[in-house]
């Protein structure tokens, strides 16, 4: 009887001398896995602009072979929508691609056609106020917007007023004389909570 119960006494001294030896432990790695969570979110937090980076540049390179083939090419193969154009502000030195489908999945990368010419003669493109149109918040009367299509063709614009309304009442003037270009996006600028309030930039064809 005393033989058989002297494995059981040391493996019950063996248990408790692990679990004191991974208590003394823990204090040390506890700080090795804070770092490691660290680093895990710091890497995810540097993939998101470089991911944004990346189609940037994919996004220009899809532009420049669609005014070569002066039709839309998609930047990447599973990519539900094209470009259309490029807006910039030559003031800002600010250029944009602008992307087909109206959504905000397309959104996400680039300015969207709404509205696009029609009988109606306007133009209406919308984007995040914290990415792509950051620069709005900076437009004033006066300032030339370029839009240059992917058939080559570039029609030049200028601001002629700046205005806020509510979402739902944002209208546009149909079959002026005058071709219309409107850039939306949400306001405050300042603000990163979701709201009814769009700043408009209307701007009119000179050329």
């Not at 700046?162 to 005058?178: K, M």
Request: aromatic share 8%; hydrophobic share 45%.
């Amino acid at each position: 009887m005393r033989q058989a119960g002297t494995p059981a006494r040391a493996q019950a001294k063996a248990q408790a001398k692990g679990g004191r030896g991974w208590r003394r432990a823990l204090p040390h790695l506890l700080p090795w896995a804070l770092v490691l969570a660290g680093a895990a979110t710091a890497a995810q937090a540097a993939w998101i602009p470089l991911k944004a980076q990346l189609a940037q540049v994919l996004l220009d390179r899809a532009f420049a072979e669609s005014v070569e083939r002066g039709e839309p090419v998609k930047p990447w193969n599973w990519a539900d929508t094209a470009p259309l154009a490029r807006v910039s502000v030559e003031r800002l030195g600010v250029g944009e691609v602008v992307l087909s489908g109206g959504s905000g999945e397309a959104m996400a990368f680039g300015p969207t056609a709404l509205v696009d010419g029609g009988p109606a003669r306007v133009t209406v493109l919308a984007a995040h106020r914290d990415t792509h149109f950051r620069f709005v918040r900076d437009l004033r009367a006066g300032d030339a917007i370029a839009l240059e299509r992917i058939d080559g063709s570039v029609a030049r614009y200028r601001v002629r007023s700046l205005s806020t309304v509510r979402w739902d009442r944002f209208a546009y003037p149909a079959g002026g004389s005058t071709e219309l270009l409107a850039l939306a996006t949400c306001y405050p600028f300042d603000s990163d909570r979701p709201g009814p309030l769009r700043r408009i930039a209307w701007a009119e064809r000179v050329g």
